[in-house]
């Protein structure tokens, strides 16, 4: 035999995911889609004078409502949480008679103009209405047109978001880890704390960005049932819309304050969805 020093064969590391091919037909209305989205904001950029954009930004009416927006959405994502997230839990563990037709009245403010949203809420607690009539009378409570008011009408148009990504959430993790839980002899609360909790944790990060953009953006509804206040009602795109009036680079440039905190936000929060998992 040679001398020769044995040398094992390398064999490639073939990868265990293979890329999937986008097919062809689709690149075009995709490419649609994406001008659709991208292009009329970066029609805002075109309309705006760089030079003035510092003091449009900067100006006591784009900041007051910069301000409102950001508390009031705040809020109202807090009291969607408070509020939505035992309403997601009910749905979809508990069983009784009319669950569709409760399902269908949470996701109906997803299908509502935002300005039928508004009136409902006049007309349920205005001065005339039966909550709000017995509001007046006996707590001297007066809800429309007021900061309150603006934090009703957002969480009603974006709880719904909540609601429903922490329910797909918990029907997409199923009910074995709780039936364990309840063989064991854990009941309902102490089941609840240990294990449906933990699983509406994932979910909750993407449904709160949900909840509080869409609180953020919310104009129909407020106009409606609060107002345009300035100070006290007139959040950001409500100044948007009483700027465009009179003042077209204000609005411009307030549309595009706008526009940056939905994009910090949505960064922020949610680093992972924007990169994509690949």
């Known amino acids: 035999m040679t001398g020769r020093p044995f040398r ?10 293979r890329v999937v091919g986008v097919p062809a037909p689709l690149w075009l209305p995709a490419s649609c889609a994406l001008g659709l989205i991208v292009l009329p904001v970066l029609g805002l950029f075109a309309r705006v004078d760089p030079a003035g954009l510092p003091a449009l930004l900067t100006s006591p009416a784009a900041l007051s409502a910069l301000e409102l927006s950001l508390r009031t959405a705040v809020t109202a994502t807090l009291l969607s949480v408070l509020l939505g997230a ?13 669950t569709r037709l409760v399902r269908g009245a949470v996701l109906l403010p997803l299908v509502l103009p935002p300005v039928v949203g508004g009136l409902a809420l006049l007309y349920l607690l205005g001065r005339t209405g039966p909550v709000g009539s017995l ?15 603006v934090v009703l009408a957002q969480t009603f148009v974006a709880m719904p978001f909540l609601v429903m990504g922490l329910e ?3 029907r997409a993790a199923g009910t074995e880890y709780e039936r364990i839980a309840a063989t064991l002899g854990a009941g309902p609360w102490l089941t609840f704390r240990r294990v449906t909790l933990p699983m509406l944790l994932p979910a909750l990060g993407s449904s709160l960005v949900l909840t509080f953009a869409r609180a953020l953006g919310e104009f129909g509804a407020t106009i409606t049932f609060a107002g345009s206040l300035r100070g006290t009602t007139r959040t950001l795109p409500l100044a948007v819309y009483t700027e465009a009036q009179a003042d ?3 609005a411009v440039a307030m549309s595009l304050l706008l526009v940056g905190v939905a994009l910090l936000v949505i960064l922020v929060a949610r680093p992972g969805g924007v990169q994509g998992r690949g």
């Open 8 to 17: 094992p064969v390398r064999r490639r590391k073939q990868s265990s995911e």
């Open 86 to 98: 035992p309403l997601a839990v009910v749905l979809a563990r508990a069983r009784f008679p009319g």
């Open 135 to 149: 509001l007046d009378e006996r707590f001297g409570l007066t809800i429309p047109y007021t900061t309150t008011a």
């Open 168 to 170: 797909g959430a918990l």
């Open 248 to 250: 077209v680079d204000a």
